[in-house]
């Protein structure tokens, strides 16, 4: 199995709609957007919709993965915890007869939406092309090597991997992190010193290697 794609709370929360809708859990994210057309129009997906683009974890029990569960102080069995309203593939609190048991796995346990995994920690660096003295700023997943990361700037510059990657004038190994290039996550020390992180972010600086490579 190859390594997952990483995405930012940022790129999740942009998929908020009817039509794209994703949401993170459990550290994973998970394109609902098929389940919403396979259920149109079932009431129970409201919650789901009202969370889109967000984090929903605190809806699941950490150790079993399982949507929360409570006891009943009326009837002192266990239910499920569904505060924000009645919830797809979650039985009803009494028994019902309208209620359809033949969907197969519940959407929570179905890794058909999953898509990728939620960054435990995102940086910004600065990369400057050196050859138009053009500069972006863009947010990367602590988790991503440095191939990952030029692909997600080939949007400003399709001919980025006909570039020389350097932090401190020191070639980086495009198979490994920023972290493990020697590129420190300094947001610790920032908040310790009580200064703002976003007035500073390392720069990464690129040379042309006079090809056109595009990826």
Not at 121 to 139: A, D, G, P, V, Y
Request: with cysteine.
């Amino acid at each position: 199995m190859g390594r997952p794609k990483y995405f930012t709370p940022n790129e999740v929360s942009r998929h908020n709609c009817l039509n794209d809708l994703w949401v993170s859990y459990l550290g994973e994210v998970y394109d609902l957007t098929p389940l919403l057309k396979e259920n149109k129009g079932n009431v129970s997906l409201k919650p789901i919709i009202e969370s889109a683009g967000k984090d929903i974890s605190h809806w699941f029990n950490q150790k079993s993965k399982d949507i929360r569960t409570h006891i009943d102080p009326m009837t002192g069995c266990k239910k499920y915890y569904i505060p924000n309203g009645r919830l797809l593939h979650v039985p009803p609190p009494c028994p019902r007869t309208d209620w359809a048991t033949d969907f197969g796995c519940p959407w929570w346990k179905d890794n058909q939406y999953y898509i990728g995994k939620l960054s435990a920690k995102t940086r910004f660096i600065r990369i400057i092309n050196t050859l138009t003295s053009q500069e972006q700023t863009i947010e990367v997943c602590s988790e991503e090597n440095m191939m990952e990361i030029l692909e997600r700037y080939l949007k400003y510059n399709a001919h980025a991997a006909s570039y020389t990657w350097k932090y401190n004038n020191v070639n980086l190994d495009m198979s490994q992190t920023l972290a493990e290039n020697g590129v420190e996550d300094e947001d610790e020390e920032f908040y310790t010193l009580r200064m703002d992180r976003d007035c500073w972010a390392p720069a990464i600086h690129l040379y042309f290697n006079d090809d056109l490579t595009e990826l």
